[in-house]
């Protein structure tokens, strides 16, 4: 492999079709040696900065092996060094031979691939070639673009050497296709998101895609048994069950923070009780960790039963028992291989989630800023203590901080807790060095609430703030809508006349406002729909809607698609038609 030419242009505007265009894509050939910055090569510079340049597209790279294929499809004998737009024309590095995250040796710098070309526009102006760009999708013939890992500098006539080849071993050409062609290929997805030095678009990309992908096929999955083979209690509270396949198999993958959902046959309950768990460890092949709180009856109700999947979990399920469960899910997850600061606040078993992420944070061996706030009562209830603590001891990128709002006598301020009270927005502020961090909530309604306002104040943007319910999802801005009386008078008036048909069992029943979904409807009316998380996030209840409107109480976190409702969390707006 072989540096043919090194090309550089500075954004200049040109006019076509009467239009100004400001592009850097007119490359022109350099002589002699050419430094090689973080952010560009010397004299280099891209117009749209959304589209193009950063430190993920620093270099954009070519191949010269597909100047013939392009001269003679396009009957061309005017090509030169730079034609397509790129920096470095290069011998060899064809696009189905370099895999993203190779990292290459040219001249005194090393560059590492992060993803393959995007197309636009403007390479059909440089081209001369009308809808030049989805020729070039569509021909698998894209080119790819480095980051710059160390400066240097590079020269025409430089030997390129492949210093490393991912463990993963995605192609330019699989990337491409997966991007623009395949675009519900659920394992290429996971593939590609085991590639670290993917940039940080197509990642995101991928993981929206891979989030969206789990949640339409879920209902068609079949459920598959798994089996308890350790347990382990963390607290007086909370217990550890460690998952392994009954079949061998290896287990569905999942990214840290997302939830296991599970089908339980617990005696004396007349149906499969359908429930969700996070899954507290980082992913890995052998097991699935679930850690669970026994939920006891609330105080002062002797007529209710304790939590039936929790006490279950704690009196009845041992070693050995199987369990019912369909692959991971959930969009409240954290990209390992991120490179911004992390903070992770939690109250409660709500730290689960959350410890999974840290886990993964560690094993990725990232040393990405991360901050682990969590609260709890006193030690006999907070679970995984030592475990952080020694992940801190480990890790000097990692930050711990746990408050507890009842200490006991024998608890230990630097051992067990660090302070007294509840994890708070002021305590945050006062730690953190910088707002510069996305942040991962979980834990009981007022805790969200208040560290979602109180960062929301503080500055933080929406977009940087996660979270996951592990009941019913509650709105958590103070901005946000509240169910006002004069609301819910409006709802009765125009509710009355409102007739819901369930299709399969021919129910048909009259809407109430007093329900809250239609799913409660449903229940109270004798039929038993799937359901798991009843807040919209597991799509266990999504049914098909044949006829009418329906309007969501609680926005799903991902909308079930056209023709489809989530039951569990909408009501209707018209008379409708269910398929339950
Ligand atoms: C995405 C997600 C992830 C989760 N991850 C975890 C996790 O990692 N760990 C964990 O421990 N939990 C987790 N949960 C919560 C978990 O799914 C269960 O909701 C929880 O274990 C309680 O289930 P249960 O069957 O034990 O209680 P339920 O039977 O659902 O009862 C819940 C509570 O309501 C009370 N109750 C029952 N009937 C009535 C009534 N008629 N009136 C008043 N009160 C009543 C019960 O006594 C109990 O206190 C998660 C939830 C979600 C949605
Ligand atoms: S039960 Fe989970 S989305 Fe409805």
């Avoid at 039963?305 to 997850?333: C, I, M």
Wanted: hydrophobic share 35%; with cysteine; charged share 25%.
């Amino acid at each position: 492999m072989k540096l043919l030419s090194v090309n550089v242009s500075l954004p200049k505007e040109i006019t076509v079709k009467g239009k100004t265009v400001r592009t850097g894509i007119f490359k022109e050939p350099v002589q002699g040696r050419v430094r090689v910055n973080k952010l560009n090569l010397e004299g280099d510079g891209q117009a749209d900065l959304i589209g193009h340049g950063g430190e993920f597209r620093a270099v954009y790279v070519y191949s010269f092996d597909n100047y013939s294929h392009w001269a003679r499809e396009l009957g061309r004998t005017d090509f030169t060094f730079g034609q397509f737009g790129e920096n470095l024309t290069v011998e060899g590095m064809l696009d189905q031979d370099v895999h993203v995250g190779d990292i290459f040796r040219i001249g005194t710098a090393l560059f590492e691939v992060t993803q393959p070309r995007v197309p636009c526009y403007k390479l059909a102006i440089k081209m001369n070639v009308e809808g030049f760009y989805s020729q070039i999708l569509a021909s698998g013939r894209l080119g790819f673009y480095f980051r710059v890992l160390e400066e240097g500098e590079v020269g025409a006539g430089d030997l390129i050497e492949r210093v490393k080849v991912d463990a993963v071993g995605m192609t330019i050409i699989e990337a491409n296709k997966l991007m623009y062609f395949d675009k519900d290929n659920l394992e290429g997805f996971r593939k590609a998101l085991g590639v670290a030095a993917f940039s940080p678009g197509w990642r995101v990309t991928f993981e929206d895609r891979l989030a969206k992908a789990q949640a339409t096929t879920q209902t068609k999955e079949e459920f598959r048994t798994l089996i308890v083979n350790r347990k382990v209690p963390e607290s007086e509270t909370i217990t550890s069950f460690y998952l392994v396949p009954k079949d061998g198999k290896p287990l569905a993958p999942f990214l840290p923070g997302q939830f296991l959902p599970l089908k339980l046959d617990i005696p004396g309950q007349w149906k499969p009780v359908l429930r969700t768990y996070s899954l507290s460890d980082s992913p890995n092949r052998d097991h699935y960790r679930l850690t669970i709180k026994r939920e006891l009856a609330p105080p002062n109700r002797p007529d209710v039963y304790p939590g039936a999947s929790s006490n279950y979990f704690h009196d009845q399920v041992e070693s050995g028992t199987p369990l019912l469960t369909k692959s991971p899910r959930g969009k409240f997850f954290l990209d390992p291989h991120g490179e911004t600061g992390v903070v992770l606040l939690s109250a409660g078993v709500g730290l689960t989630p959350l410890i999974s992420m840290l886990n993964a944070i560690v094993d990725a061996g990232s040393n990405r800023p991360t901050w682990f706030f969590h609260g709890s009562r006193n030690s006999r209830e907070h679970a995984l203590g030592k475990h952080v603590r020694r992940v801190a001891e480990e890790n000097s990128n990692v930050h711990v901080h746990i408050r507890y709002s009842r200490p006991l006598p024998e608890d230990t301020v630097g051992r067990d807790h660090d302070d007294e009270g509840h994890v708070d927005i002021e305590l945050v502020k006062r730690l953190l060095p910088s707002t510069d961090f996305d942040f991962y909530l979980c834990g009981p309604t007022p805790f969200m609430k208040s560290l979602f306002n109180g960062l929301l104040a503080w500055g933080i943007p929406e977009s940087r703030i996660h979270y996951e319910f592990f009941g019913p999802a509650s709105a958590l801005a103070e901005r946000a809508k509240v169910a006002t009386p004069k609301r819910a008078a409006a709802a009765a008036e125009c509710c009355e006349e409102i007739e819901i048909t369930f299709s399969k069992s021919g129910i048909k029943a009259n809407w109430n406002p007093s329900f809250e979904s239609i799913l409660d409807l449903a229940e109270a009316n004798g039929l038993s729909p799937d359901y798991s998380c009843r807040s919209g996030i597991c799509h266990t209840c999504k049914c098909t809607l044949e006829e009418g409107e329906v309007e969501y109480v609680l926005e799903p976190l991902d909308p079930p698609g056209q023709g489809s409702v989530l039951i569990c969390c909408s009501k209707p707006k018209t008379s409708v038609v269910v398929q339950a």
